[in-house]
């Protein structure tokens, strides 16, 4: 068991979930600011709640959980709302920076379909999984597979 309240809770924390909470905000259109702010959420959650998991799959559904919890909420709030008419002037000139990437390919996708296609072919949850993480049944997810795999399709062959 891990104490988060100690300082090798905090090192495990940071070199165990750090990179997978990034991917689930890149995954929501989230910058690595907002990331690295929905890491701290997370780590403060952990360590003032005490929670305490049997396994180390139980501890990592609950941390990605969170972080799709705290991106989506981070994209309802109205000051996320105001900041990112700013972003979009951003993302925009890094798109036209060079060859276009899977990221790129995967941010023209509706944020919906992107954190289907994130958690069960990035991360490796199964579908019944992946439903608990985001809230959906798992025909929605089946659904939202099927419908990003075809949107993703139509977009590599304009770029192909």
């Known amino acids: 068991m891990i104490d988060y309240k100690s300082p090798n809770g905090a090192e495990h924390f940071v070199n165990t979930y750090a990179d997978m909470i990034l991917r689930i905000c890149l995954t929501y259109s989230l910058n690595k600011a907002d990331a690295q702010d929905i890491c701290q959420e997370i780590y403060i959650k952990l360590f003032k709640g005490g929670y305490r998991f ?68 990035y991360e490796g949850y199964d579908i019944n999984e992946t439903a608990e993480i985001i809230g959906r049944s798992a025909d929605c997810v089946k659904k939202r597979l099927s419908r990003a795999r075809e949107m993703l399709r139509k977009e590599l062959e304009t770029i192909i």
């Open 54 to 121: 049997g396994s180390h799959a139980q501890e990592k559904a609950f941390i990605a959980k969170a972080a799709a919890n705290a991106c989506k909420d981070m994209l309802r709030s109205c000051w996320f709302k105001e900041r990112r008419n700013t972003d979009f002037i951003l993302d925009k000139a890094e798109e036209k920076s060079g060859e276009p990437e899977l990221k790129s390919v995967l941010e023209h996708i509706p944020a919906k379909y992107r954190e289907a296609v994130y958690f069960y072919c």
